[in-house]
């Protein structure tokens, strides 16, 4: 396993979610979406009904059957509960940190040696090393894990409309569906959608924009900062160059990180309301989420040192 190996995957797993949500765009003009929640059943509802259950929850409990309120506490109390995922991904790249001198010593060892044999023993000797540091694809699927999350909140905003047209239904649960004057029910296509609400979900729309970029910003900043400071002891000349591979990977990543946050601009401008009052709670969630981390990323980094050094 090579270096550029992990950043491939993260690239394709970054490809992954662009064709998702493109999925989700063509599915998004199916009848599945106009059919309220327990009308048949479809394999999206394998995520859905676990997401529209903490809707109904906290709607009925903490949300105080107000729409948007529900919205907002039941995305904090989700991304809550799969911190733990977001803190394997941190992990890995703090694991990644460490094993980076050994890995460029390796690299150096068998640097301008292009025989296969070479190649077979550098490879092995790579593979030893992130099988001591616990360091595997598995760890850079990770992100994915969110998926189902995502979808289930996806569909379950785009269905709740629906439910909220039949009377008894058991997600007809909120007396309150506005906020600061925008209906989190309807979208901008929405014939019952006043010019007023469809400035309010236009302001949603970009909101979910800058938040997201702002996210993309923040955390090429620390990771730069990282790269920077695992390699502040070690003099410019002995620093390892970028490949130019390693420079197309990366730049191919934050290119689709940012037509990622193109694409959820456009869903939140052709979906209910509700759905870009999630992503900006989401978005704010994760910056803070990052920001916790790299605070306490010192303190977990010489905690991974003493793991693996059997200290």
Known sequence: MKANKINKSKLMIIITVIILLLVLTGCAKTDYMDKPLGDGFGFWDIFVYPMAGVMWLVGNSVGFHNYAVTIIIATLVVRTLAWPIYAKTNDMQLKMKIVQPELDKIQQK?????????????????????????????GCLMPLIQMPIFLGFYYTIRKIPACMKIEGHWLNIFNETKIFGVDMLLSRTDPAATKAQNIGIIVLAVLVGVTQVISILLSNRRQKKAKENSVSDVPEYRRPKQTEQQKSSEGMMK???????????????????????????????????????EKRSGQRLEKLRKKVNGR
């Open 255 to 293: 290119i689709m990180m940012y037509v990622m946050a193109g694409m959820m601009v456009v869903f939140v401008w052709q979906s209910p309301a509700a759905l870009g009052l999630y992503w900006v709670v989401g978005n704010l969630y994760t910056t803070l989420q990052s920001w916790v981390g």
């Open 110 to 138: 068998y640097a301008g040696r292009d025989d296969q044999e070479s190649k077979q023993r550098m490879q092995l000797e790579q593979m030893q090393l992130y099988k001591k540091y616990g360091i595997g694809f598995g």
